[in-house]
Structure formats: C-alpha cells, structure tokens
Nanobody, 121 residues
Framework: QVHLVESGGGLVRPGGSLRLSCAASESIISFNNMGWYRQAPGKQRELVARITALGATNYVESVKGRFTISRDSAKNTIYLQMNSLKPEDTAVYFC???????????????WGRGTQVTVSS
C-alpha cells in the first residue's frame, strides 16, 4: 500500500523557520499535483501551497513570500520551506497527492497523516 509520510514539524518561535517533507513510499511514475494543506483547531482545512507535475506553483495569499514549495523527483519527495513563521501558522500540516500513480497504485488521491507545526514564544 502506498503512503505519504510527512516529517519536519515541531515547535518554533515567531520569525523562525521549518522545512516540512512529504515522501511517497514508492517511486512515483506520475501525478497531477502535490500540495500542502493545513488545519488549525476549529477551522477548516485549507490549501497552503501546491506544485504541479510541470513545476507550476501556487500559494494561499497569507504565506506568499514566506513559504516555498519544491519537489525532488529522485527522492519522490516534496518540501515546504516555511520562513518568518507567525503564530497564525500553527496547525497540523497535511500532504496531498492528486492523481498519483506508482507501480502498484493506479492514479489515485492520497493524504498523509499530518505533522504538527506550532509557532509560539
């Protein structure tokens, strides 16, 4: 069974940085897009950043200029570099792959289990 595994969350002070990683458990043959979502307590899950198979990116307005999404195809991994973190960035961050296909998985949508990011002094 193919999984997406997030890592890199933690506790950081305001103004600090973290880099999240999302790795697929199998080699990715193709995908439509992969992205990072977040969900804060009592709020709906929202898209933070997304990257397409062609490398196009888009971000929610509140993180533009602070967060960067990237992909390492050789490692079947996407990253979210988060700089100038604010308390309002505190949330569980989830990775999602849309239309991901591997040797054992037909094109499917997958979610990771999430990683906690807490921004607090």
């Amino acid at each position: 069974q193919v999984h997406l595994v997030e890592s890199g969350g933690g506790l950081v002070r305001p103004g600090g940085s973290l880099r999240l990683s999302c790795a697929a458990s199998e080699s990715i043959i193709s995908f439509n897009n992969m992205g990072w979502y977040r969900q804060a307590p009592g709020k709906q899950r929202e898209l933070v950043a997304r990257i397409t198979a062609l490398g196009a990116t888009n971000y929610v307005e509140s993180v533009k200029g602070r967060f960067t999404i990237s992909r390492d195809s050789a490692k079947n991994t996407i990253y979210l570099q988060m700089n100038s973190l604010k308390p309002e960035d505190t949330a569980v961050y989830f990775c999602k792959a849309v239309g991901i296909m591997t040797m054992t998985l037909p094109p499917s949508d997958l979610w990771g289990r999430g990683t906690q990011v807490t921004v607090s002094s």
